[in-house]
Each structure stands twice: as structure tokens, then as C-alpha cells.
């Protein structure tokens, strides 16, 4: 079967010191593309960016890997460089500014717009009878209860993000094993990712979230006992309530935790 092509026409971008990552983003921005048999499947390019701390300027690697239906993967290295919004304003041609002079002009027009027209209409709203105000208010509930729900769903994106993190260096870990036979190695392995799973889990905002975690935990224990079977062990959780939709982006996340931990040469054998 062959593998995947990925192509990357640029291996090094700017980045705003604190600004959140963003996969389609990213493909825009580092030129990404990824074609199996003449089919586009750019769409299945995940990135594995735990090395990067966007607080801290630097330099960091981001592991990019595409996996076509047959699992054949391919995977690429590219840089990213985390910069203050100082060092960003002073690149020469303002290719890689946040906010060139000229976008910052026009949102200085828009706010003063905006201002304006806010005042235009509190002095409006100032003048009408009780019954409009309080219409008024329930707007703005409704607004804001939309807003929270948004934010609802971008946590549960967050959380899904994190499980597959957790879960993909688990199944790495038992295909590891199940190579070498070193059981030290993976009782090292499993206890780093009971460490992660604690320090995460007050990160969670959902129950079911945690739930998921929880399910975790509890193959890492299985594992501890008895580590025969057990990348049959881990896949169980595919068979768990809410694992299924995220098991794809576990299973590309898992590749490049393999390459992380055993080198390229083990790319095959991942897949398997």
C-alpha cells in the first residue's frame, strides 16, 4: 500500500506570544497539503504541538502527520516561533505582523464607529417605555446564553483534545511493549501517563470528560497487572461511551508519539 504525500512549502513560521493554535490555520499558513491515490485528504493532517508553550517565546517543533483509510501515515517535522507582538511589528515588510498600521487604522475607524453608535443607542433606548427595556434585557440574556453555550462547546473540543493526547501515548506504549518485552519500560511509561491524567483532570470542564479519564485510568491499572494482552486491552476503550468519535485522532496522534518515543524506523509497525 503506498503512503500518503505530504507537502509542506514552508517549515518555519511567527507566532503571537499567546496566541491559541489553530489546525486549519496552520495548513494555511505553513502551505500544507496531503494527496493519497489523486484523492485531496488535507483534511486528515493532525499536528502534535505538546512540546510548544505559547507563553514563552522560543523556538518549538511540531510533529505533522496525515493518515489515509488504509492507515498508512507519513509524517514531517516543521518549527514554530513563539515572538512578542514587538519583535512581530518589527519584521521588515510586516509579512508576519499580528496588526499591520494600516489594519489598526481601520479598527481605530470601526471602534469610534461602534462607540458612536452605542451612544446612539443608549439615548434611544433611554426614551422608550418599560415594556421595550425590559425586551431589551431579555435579548441580552438570550445573547449571553448563546455565548455560553458557544464556550461550552469549544471546552468539550478542549477535553476530546486532551483524552486523545492521553489515550494515543497509552497505545503507544502497549504497541511499544508488545515489540520489546521491556516491562520496566512501559511501568516507566504508564506511570508518566497516570502523572498526566492527574495534573489534567481539574483541567476538564465536563463530567463526561472526566468519566472518560476516569476509564482510562482504569486500563492503565489492568496494564499494570497484567501487560500480556494489551493492545487488546487499550482498543477496549474504542467499545467505550463517547471514545468511538474521537478514536481517529487517537489513532494519528498515536503515530506521532511513536516516532516521539522509538524512532521512525517504528512507523510500520504503529500501524499495524
Same mark, same amino acid.
Given at each position: ?6 507537502? !509542506? ?13 489553530? #489546525? ?19 483534511? /486528515? ?12 517565546? &522560543?523556538?518549538?517543533? !511540531?510533529?505533522?502527520? =496525515? ?8 509524517? $514531517? ?16 515588510? &510586516? ?15 470601526? *471602534? ?6 452605542? =451612544?446612539?443607542?443608549?439615548? +434611544?433606548? *433611554? ?7 425590559? @425586551? %431589551? ?5 438570550? #445573547? ?19 483524552? +486523545?493526547? @492521553? =489515550?494515543?501515548?497509552?497505545? &503507544? $506504549? *502497549? ?29 476538564? #470542564? #465536563?463530567?463526561? *470528560? /472526566? ?6 485510568? %482504569?486500563?492503565?491499572?489492568?496494564? @499494570?497487572?497484567?501487560?500480556?494482552? +494489551? ?18 485522532? !487517537? ?6 508519539? =511513536?516516532?516521539?518515543?522509538? &524512532? ?9
Amino acid at each position: 500500500m503506498a503512503k500518503p504525500v505530504l507537502k !509542506i512549502q514552508r517549515h518555519n513560521l511567527d507566532w503571537l506570544l499567546g496566541k491559541p493554535l489553530d #489546525s486549519n490555520e496552520l495548513i494555511a499558513r505553513y502551505g500544507i497539503s496531503a494527496i493519497d491515490n489523486g484523492k485531496d485528504i488535507t483534511n /486528515k493532517v493532525t499536528f502534535n504541538a505538546t512540546q510548544v508553550d505559547l507563553e514563552h517565546q &522560543g523556538e518549538y517543533p !511540531i510533529a505533522v502527520t =496525515v493518515m489515509n483509510s488504509e492507515g498508512e501515515t507519513e509524517s $514531517a517535522r516543521i518549527m514554530i516561533n513563539i515572538k512578542s507582538r514587538e519583535e512581530l511589528d518589527q519584521i521588515p515588510g &510586516g509579512s508576519q505582523q499580528t496588526n499591520p498600521p494600516r489594519k489598526r487604522y481601520r479598527a481605530w475607524i470601526v *471602534a469610534i464607529a461602534v462607540v458612536i453608535a452605542l =451612544v446612539i443607542i443608549w439615548w +434611544a433606548l *433611554a426614551a422608550i417605555h418599560d415594556h421595550n427595556a425590559d @425586551q %431589551q434585557v431579555n435579548n441580552a440574556e438570550q #445573547s449571553s446564553q448563546i455565548s455560553n453555550n458557544s464556550s461550552s462547546i469549544n471546552k468539550l473540543s478542549s477535553d476530546n483534545q486532551k483524552l +486523545a493526547e @492521553q =489515550v494515543a501515548a497509552l497505545r &503507544g $506504549a *502497549a504497541r511499544q511493549y508488545e515489540r520489546d518485552h521491556n516491562q520496566q519500560e512501559l511501568q516507566n511509561q504508564l506511570n508518566n501517563i497516570a502523572n498526566q491524567n492527574q495534573r489534567i483532570e481539574g483541567q476538564l #470542564s #465536563s463530567n463526561s *470528560a /472526566k468519566q472518560k479519564l476516569n476509564d482510562v485510568d %482504569q486500563v492503565i491499572n489492568q496494564l @499494570q497487572q497484567d501487560p500480556s494482552n +494489551a493492545s487488546s486491552t487499550v482498543n477496549a476503550l474504542k467499545n467505550k461511551d463517547g471514545f468511538g468519535e474521537i478514536w481517529n485522532s !487517537i489513532t494519528s496522534l498515536m503515530q506521532s508519539w =511513536v516516532n516521539d518515543h522509538t &524512532g521512525n524506523n517504528s512507523s510500520s509497525n504503529a500501524n499495524q
